[in-house]
Nanobody, 121 residues
Framework: QVQLVESGGGLVQPGGSLRLSCAASGNIFSTYVMGWYRQAPGKQRELVAAITNGGSTNYADSVKDRFTISRDNVKNTVALQMNSLKPEDTAVYYC???????????????WGQGTQVTVSS
């Protein structure tokens, strides 16, 4: 199987920064799109940022110019650098990856367990 393990969440004051990291491991032939989603209390899960294995990126309008996504294709890791954090960024952040497993041609979606980010003074 495949596991996604996240790290880096926590409590930060408005205007501060945090860096989230996610490592994919297990039966992985290749990873395709990797990204971060978030879910605030009472709200639907939403895409924050995504990056293809070719380096193309996509950001939610609310985080453009503040967040930066990056990945290491060899290590199967993805990171999210979050700057100028706002209280409305408070949510559980989930790592996501599209994975091709060895011996299987289709892609599978995998999710991390989630990491809490709280922006508050």
């Amino acid at each position: 199987q495949v596991q996604l393990v996240e790290s880096g969440g926590g409590l930060v004051q408005p205007g501060g920064s945090l860096r989230l990291s996610c490592a994919a491991s297990g039966n992985i032939f290749s990873t395709y799109v990797m990204g971060w989603y978030r879910q605030a209390p009472g709200k639907q899960r939403e895409l924050v940022a995504a990056i293809t294995n070719g380096g193309s990126t996509n950001y939610a309008d609310s985080v453009k110019d503040r967040f930066t996504i990056s990945r290491d294709n060899v290590k199967n890791t993805v990171a999210l650098q979050m700057n100028s954090l706002k209280p409305e960024d408070t949510a559980v952040y989930y790592c996501h990856a599209e994975v091709q497993r060895f011996g299987v041609s289709r892609l599978y979606d995998y999710w991390g367990q989630g990491t809490q980010v709280t922006v508050s003074s």
